[in-house]
């Protein structure tokens, strides 16, 4: 019902700023929670920013708030996840993800609650 394609990735140095995008494609766009997973090397997949399915809610993890921003753009489809002063413990592969269950506010934060994936794109933060 949903098909999503991360794009935006690459190499940035620490202090900069990077914005990933999602295309959403999929009758089921309007009522999909989109939220933004990480993946470091040897580490498990960790939530970094969800937005609910009308976009009047978000939700970023305390240690991320104020670093990164999630937004969506129903006209276009698209989820974006605004990152700045990125530092090296942000380098990891990044997924978006998509899930059609949740109707009100708190986001799903656990990888299992979550059905479609895209196929991630890799950030690398160096010094």
């Known amino acids: 019902q949903v098909q999503l394609v991360e794009s935006g990735g690459g190499l940035v140095q620490a202090g900069d700023s990077l914005r990933l995008s999602c295309a959403v494609s999929?009758?089921?766009?309007?009522?999909?929670?989109l939220a933004w997973f990480r993946q470091a090397p040897g580490k498990e997949r960790e939530f970094v920013a969800g937005?609910?399915?009308?976009?009047?809610?978000?939700y970023v993890p305390d240690s991320l708030k104020g670093r990164f921003t999630v937004s969506r753009d129903n006209a276009k489809n698209a989820v974006f996840l605004q990152m700045s002063s990125l530092i090296i413990e942000d380098t990891a592969v990044y997924y978006c993800?998509?899930?059609?269950?949740?109707?009100?506010?708190?986001?799903?934060?656990?990888?299992?609650?979550?059905?479609?994936w895209g196929q991630g794109t890799q950030v690398t933060v160096s010094s």
């Open positions: 993800a998509a899930e059609l269950r949740t109707l009100s506010p708190p986001l799903a934060t656990m990888t299992a609650a979550y059905d479609y």
């Open positions: 999929g009758r089921a766009f309007s009522r999909a929670n």
């Open positions: 937005i609910i399915w009308s976009g009047d809610s978000t």
